[in-house]
């Protein structure tokens, strides 16, 4: 009976520890022989049970080796056509975001915060929206400030947007105040491509346009939002001019002294220039529909990319756009 037992429990994936198990019990020499040799000496009245649980035995050892050697063939032919399926399977890529999504997300979400939405518009512009109704007439000098590639220039100049305050035309032509919005985006300029300049390059500009809005409300905005992206709000605004602003400004950020680096990106001053901003031109509301003497408003732009270059501490522009593996892989952890 106790063999029964060990033979019910009998487990082996090893055909080696199988075939000693069969020849334990039903070699030549094995138990099974013996027990059958034995079963002679067995008083008469004993012999039917005794026989019964020989049977048994036999039956049982028998079909134990089957089944573990059958089970044995399985598993060999699934490793044979698969791979061995019981192994852990390679770790599958993930893909990263890129970092101009990356920035352009949080720059996105801290406006969201104090109510700003998101505008978009064509990459493709008109004059009209990407010069003229920003207080760029023809001919005006300012217009060189921003080199442009055309798309057509007759009848009418169509041309890849060189900002994307035109969007903010776009947006100031169809909602009246009170507007807030920022409109992310893809611009284009005819520069030269090195390490700090590219022909496209990515935006967010800001527009908020109601009742009595001042200066201090654009300063405690920028104030706020430097805060938030840099964890840093030391920010001096510097006289500068823009066609469709005024008074203008641009904004340094005080990026401090502490490291080489800081050394290097700010030039021994500490203090690094992130944006433009402005009062909105009453000009620019005129053209848009909007009545300048019932509304006033400020507006502000920034390069994603070279926001992304401080946080990320990343010394060339072209990077952004090669697609290096080796370059992208280190933003996986961002989301
Ligand atoms: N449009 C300007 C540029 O592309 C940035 C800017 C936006 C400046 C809004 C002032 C106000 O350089």
Same mark, same amino acid.
């Given at each position: 009976?106790?063999?029964?037992?060990?033979?019910?429990?009998?487990?082996?994936?090893?055909?080696?520890?199988?075939?000693?198990?069969? #020849?334990?019990?039903?070699?030549?020499?094995? =138990?099974?022989?013996?027990?059958?040799?034995?079963?002679?000496?067995? %008083?008469?009245? +004993?012999?039917?049970?005794?026989?019964?649980?020989?049977? +048994?035995?036999?039956?049982?050892?028998?079909?134990?080796?089957?089944?573990?050697?059958?089970? =044995?063939?399985?598993?060999?032919?699934?490793?044979?056509?698969?791979?061995?399926?019981?192994? !852990?399977?390679? %770790?599958?890529?993930?893909?990263?975001?890129? !970092?101009?999504?990356?920035?352009?997300?949080?720059?996105?979400?801290?406006?969201?915060?104090?109510?700003?939405?998101?505008?978009?518009? !064509?990459? #493709? +512009?008109?004059?009209?929206?990407?010069?003229?109704?920003?207080? =760029? %007439?023809?001919?005006?000098?300012?217009?060189?400030?921003?080199?442009?590639?055309?798309?057509?220039?007759? !009848?009418?100049? #169509? =041309?890849?947007?060189?900002?994307?305050?035109?969007?903010?035309?776009?947006?100031?032509?169809?909602?009246q105040p009170p507007i807030r919005t920022i409109s992310p985006g893809r611009v284009f300029r005819n520069e030269d491509i090195s390490a700090r300049s590219h022909c496209i390059f990515h935006q967010v500009e800001g527009l908020y346009i109601d009742k009595k809005v001042s200066f201090s409300d654009l300063k405690q905005t920028l104030l706020y939002f430097t805060k938030q992206l840099f964890g840093k709000s030391k920010i001096r605004l510097r006289p500068s001019y823009f066609p469709f602003t005024e008074p203008s400004a641009e904004v340094d950020i005080y990026w401090g002294l502490e490291t080489e680096t800081d050394y290097r990106i700010t030039k021994g001053t500490g203090w690094l220039e992130i944006m433009g901003c402005g009062m909105v031109d009453p000009n620019v509301l005129t053209n848009c529909n909007i009545d300048p003497e019932k509304y006033s408003g400020f507006a502000f732009g920034m390069g994603i990319e070279r926001i992304a270059m401080l946080l990320y501490q990343i010394g060339d522009i072209r990077m952004f756009y090669e697609n290096d593996a080796r370059f992208l892989e280190q933003f996986k952890s961002s989301i």
């Open positions: 009976k106790s063999h029964i037992k060990e033979v019910e429990a009998f487990q082996s994936e090893d055909l080696q520890q199988i075939e000693e198990f069969r #020849i334990k019990y039903l070699g030549k020499k094995g =138990l099974m022989n013996d027990f059958f040799k034995a079963f002679k000496e067995v %008083p008469n009245e +004993e012999k039917k049970e005794f026989g019964k649980t020989l049977n +048994e035995l036999k039956t049982l050892a028998t079909e134990k080796v089957k089944e573990l050697k059958e089970a =044995l063939e399985n598993k060999q032919e699934e490793i044979g056509v698969y791979g061995d399926l019981t192994r !852990p399977a390679e %770790p599958s890529e993930i893909g990263s975001r890129h !970092p101009i999504s990356i920035v352009k997300n949080q720059i996105i979400e801290i406006f969201a915060n104090i109510g700003f939405n998101v505008s978009e518009g !064509p990459e #493709i +512009e008109d004059d009209w929206h990407n010069f003229t109704a920003l207080n =760029l %007439p023809e001919h005006h000098p300012a217009r060189d400030m921003q080199d442009t590639f055309f798309v057509q220039r007759d !009848p009418k100049d #169509i =041309l890849l947007r060189t900002h994307t305050s035109s969007v903010q035309v776009r947006y100031m032509e169809e909602n």
